[in-house]
């Protein structure tokens, strides 16, 4: 009798253990949020530096993921997925890259962020170094750097002290416009 008690018990736990689920949550970008890496191919572009060298990036085509932040919460019966994409740009010749990435977080809230690809510490963000960008147009701004002047850029300041890069400059039409370097050169796209 012990035993039958025992195994209804168990069952019944099995069964109504994900009685509470909320089921899946996707956390998906939005086409305006995708379109904040332009590079569905891999494409070369040229930099020009501080004294007029010419300097040649290499960015990879965007790839996209969707990732269950929930896996391995072993007993969760729902998940919560999160879309992200991402490219990297190398600059020949430099020891320098970056990764760049837009994801939806746990919340649904948008992360956009950059980071070196030999240091992925070093990160640049728009506002808050978390990442977090409330209103992409908001977010846009006209600049002038060392002369130069920029039309709707998302200005993405080190988060890192004595970073060698001060502040990326960066578009959804041509991704990094501008690297400003905490010792006052600078790389510009060619356009």
Known sequence: MTKYILTSLILVLIVTGCDKCDGDKNNLLSDKEKGLIPFSADTSVNFTNNTSETVIGNYSQKENEITNLDSGNDGDCSATNVEREYATLELSGLELGFNIVVRKGRSNELIFVLSQSDDNNARFAVDDCDGIVGDLN???????????????????????ENSMVQ??????????EFIEFSDGDYLMLAM
């Open 167 to 176: 502040r990326v400059l960066y578009s959804s039409t041509n991704g990094i």
């Open 138 to 160: 908001n977010s846009l701004r006209n600049i002038s750097a060392q002369g130069f002047e920029f039309t709707d850029v998302f200005v993405l300041n080190s988060c890192t």
